[in-house]
Nanobody
Framework: QLQLVESGGGLVHPGGSLRLSCAAS????????IGWFRQAPGKEREGVSC????????YYDDSVKGRFTISRDNAKNTVYLRMNSLKPEDTAVYYC???????????????????WGQGTQVTVSS
């Protein structure tokens, strides 16, 4: 069924930028939501951002609001996360996943029965 593959991570200096990509296969990005999550060593996985693929409405965690921008290209079945003004605390493995829309908002958790992929490593270091 639906499979998502993250890419675009790397090593960047503080203040730098990266663009992550989440490529979907199995069905097109229509009428559901894609969330970006991250997990740093020794910390719990946390929700970063999500986008409803049909209407494009977005959510951002306060920690990244104003610095990160989520977008989608439905024709390419891809969701992007542009990360600007990166900080060392942004260092983590970043994952994307299909998420449930509940009360018109993204439920920032993995859907039952789904599995996390391998993610893409983002390292912000001077």
């Amino acid at each position: 069924q639906l499979q998502l593959v993250e890419s675009g991570g790397g090593l960047v200096h503080p203040g730098g930028s990266l663009r992550l990509s989440c490529a979907a296969s199995g069905f097109t990005l229509d009428d559901y939501a894609i969330g970006w999550f991250r997990q740093a060593p020794g910390k719990e996985r946390e929700g970063v951002s999500c986008i409803k693929t049909k209407d494009g409405s977005t959510y951002y965690d306060d920690s990244v609001k104003g610095r990160f921008t989520i977008s989608r290209d439905n024709a390419k079945n891809t969701v992007y996360l542009r990360m600007n003004s990166l900080k060392p605390e942004d260092t983590a493995v970043y994952y994307c996943a299909s998420v449930t829309i509940s009360h018109n908002m993204c439920l920032m958790a993995l859907n039952p029965g789904d599995h996390w992929g391998q993610g893409t490593q983002v390292t912000v270091s001077s």
